[in-house]
């Protein structure tokens, strides 16, 4: 069997041009569209054969012909956001397959596989969001292959729905549709759900849920320069308008903080009216990781004594999640986001713990459970370096590469 890095300069000698090739894959490979993207190459080389997860990572088989081409196009056109640790290959004997089909896991063996993280809503989610003629109008946890939650829902691996937080919610004939349809962009999307069949909102006062539209309840509450906990992908957040006199001193009071700088959630459009925004800036703000950055405050801004006294910057982050874009969008304003928690410990994330008195009556909350927290990540971009302040949600749980081995 070969070993080989993944790389475009992949040796591909020991590859024949025909017969029938196995091909495991380790690193990011599972959350990420991978399933679906070695499918489509497979089409388009007219080969058969099979893939499917493991605890390892994803095992591909494919017979025909062109094998090396094949190869050389999956290693170097796979999806943006997986990441090829290693990839070994053998030839084994035909199988005379007459399809390609993607196989249920192997769940066998040791489980080292790298899960994604937590990925920014996409492009195109937030078109059909936007689309009134779409049946995931306005829908608050619409996700793709491309985005939506991952290690804050995986409880266990291979990376199937089954193991996630999603395994409640049984998808819907048009969900298992999309799911099942190779040209489909939610084909193999694990946390695939819809109006229908996926989790719902709903508003907390003192612990009681209210009856009505959940969302618009809560804008009432921030409307009305009140704080509101909002379950989130990796934890809650306390949110209220950062415009607010009355709501910043109530939340500095919930928090017990009286000085420190609190994160902010806005537009880019919005952010542009309180910070100087550099292109290094603006990309890593749209990234899929969405982190909050630290961006230098307009001279004179209004907002800058209030969430970050004594300070030149403001960290501010895009809506992330379709939850957020909904909240921001409606709101027409900045909110303040800061993590929900006890103070020096992490993100409250688990539903009942939200509920303790003493951090917000009113939470606007969701039955999807999130089994990992994760905090917002915070960077700042200078000098053409990125520094972390603190690295989590977007980035966790990936590895830190070190520059020696
Ligand atoms: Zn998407
Ligand atoms: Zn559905």
Redesign the pocket.
């Known amino acids: 069997m070969q070993t080989r890095n993944a790389s475009p300069d992949l040796c591909l000698a020991d590859i024949k041009e025909d017969g029938r090739l196995r091909l495991h894959f380790s690193g990011i490979v599972q959350g990420v569209g991978f399933r679906p993207f070695l499918y489509r190459a497979a089409e388009k080389f007219g080969l058969k054969g099979f893939v499917r997860n493991t605890s390892a990572g994803v095992t591909l088989e494919v017979e025909g012909g062109r094998l090396s081409e094949f190869v050389r196009h999956i290693v170097r056109q796979a999806p943006p956001l997986s990441r090829i640790e290693t990839l070994r290959f053998e030839a084994i004997p035909v199988r005379h397959s007459v399809e390609f089909t993607i196989l249920e896991s192997d769940a066998r063996g040791q489980k080292n596989v790298l899960v994604s993280p937590d990925?920014a809503?996409?492009?195109?989610?937030?078109k059909e969001m936007a689309d009134p003629g779409d049946r995931r109008h306005a829908y608050p946890f619409?996700?793709?292959?491309?985005?939506?939650p991952r290690f804050t829902i995986i409880e266990d691996l291979p990376y199937d729905r089954p193991q996630t937080t999603m395994k409640g919610f049984k998808m819907c004939p048009d969900c298992r549709r999309e799911y099942q349809s190779p040209s489909d962009?939610r084909y193999h999307a694990q946390p695939v759900s819809c109006p229908h069949c996926g989790p719902k909102l709903k508003l907390l006062i003192k612990g009681r849920a209210r009856k009505g539209d959940a969302l618009a309840l809560a804008l009432k509450i921030l409307r009305a320069d009140k704080v509101l906990a909002v379950k989130g992908v990796g934890g809650f957040h306390l949110a209220c308008r950062a415009a607010s006199a009355a709501a910043m001193a109530r939340l500095r009071y919930l928090k017990q903080r009286s000085g420190k700088p609190f994160a902010l959630m806005a537009s880019l459009e919005m952010i542009r009216q309180h910070c100087l925004i550099s292109q290094k800036e603006k990309e890593l703000l749209t990234s899929p990781a969405a982190p909050i950055v630290l961006l230098a405050a307009r001279p004179g801004n209004q907002l800058v004594a209030r969430i970050a006294p004594g300070q030149n910057r403001l960290g501010f982050m895009l809506p992330y999640s379709p939850l957020h874009r909904l909240l921001i969008e409606k709101m027409g304003e900045p909110l303040v986001m800061t993590s929900a928690n006890r103070r020096d410990e992490p993100i409250i994330f688990r539903d009942k713990a939200a509920e303790l008195p003493g951090l917000s009556d009113s939470i606007l909350s969701h039955d999807r459970p999130i089994h990992a927290f994760a905090d917002d990540s915070v960077v700042c971009s200078f000098d053409k370096e990125i520094y972390f302040f603190r690295r989590s949600r977007g980035f966790v749980p990936l590895p830190i590469r070190l520059p020696f081995s």
Not at 121 to 126: D, E, G, P
Not at 142 to 148: E, I, L, Q
């Open positions: 990925i809503l996409c492009r195109n989610c937030q619409t996700n793709c292959t491309d985005c939506g962009r």
